[in-house]
């Protein structure tokens, strides 16, 4: 075999070494099964506090490719959304989000609800799972939550 030669097969057995794989596929899209209004009753838990079950509420859930996107539960009728994401029946999200007006039984005053967390589950049977993290401020001092809403 000639330089010449040498050298071509050893600059293309170098370039086929660079960087030759692919990125990974995109993951497969959330459910469409998430994409409805689901009725059920939040609650959310407070260290050192009651837990607080809410009125029956409807969420309704849309969802486009890898997002999610629902009607926070707040106090009834609040209206806030968050976006999660996700692939297949799971979806996230977490961030920083203050619900007006939550109420919190035990909390005299000064009451700051916050949501940091969310889980979305499309179960088996069809059902909806929303299960969540916050903190509540009441009167100055803070405390670490839990939520949850059991969809149908």
Not at 47 to 59: D, K, L, N, Q, S
Not at 61 to 66: A, F, P, Q, W, Y
Request: glycine letters at 12%; one cysteine or more.
């Amino acid at each position: 075999m000639g330089r010449f030669a040498a050298a071509v097969l050893v600059a293309a057995l170098t370039m086929t070494g660079c960087g030759g794989t692919d990125p990974p596929p995109p993951p497969p899209p959330l459910d469409a099964g998430f994409a409805k209004i689901w009725n059920g009753v939040p609650t959310v838990a407070c260290i050192g506090f009651a837990t607080v079950t809410y009125p029956a509420t409807p969420v309704e859930i849309t969802v486009s490719g890898n997002s999610l996107t629902a009607r926070l539960l707040c106090a009834v009728g609040s209206g806030i959304s968050v976006t999660a994401t996700g692939s297949g029946s799971t979806a996230t999200w977490a961030g920083s989000l203050s619900c007006p007006l939550d109420v919190q039984a035990g909390c005299p005053s000064g009451l700051v609800f916050t949501h940091t967390s969310r889980t979305y589950t499309l179960n088996a049977n069809g059902t909806l799972t929303v299960s969540g993290t916050a903190t509540m401020s009441c009167s100055g001092a803070t405390t670490d939550c839990t939520t949850s809403f059991p969809g149908t």
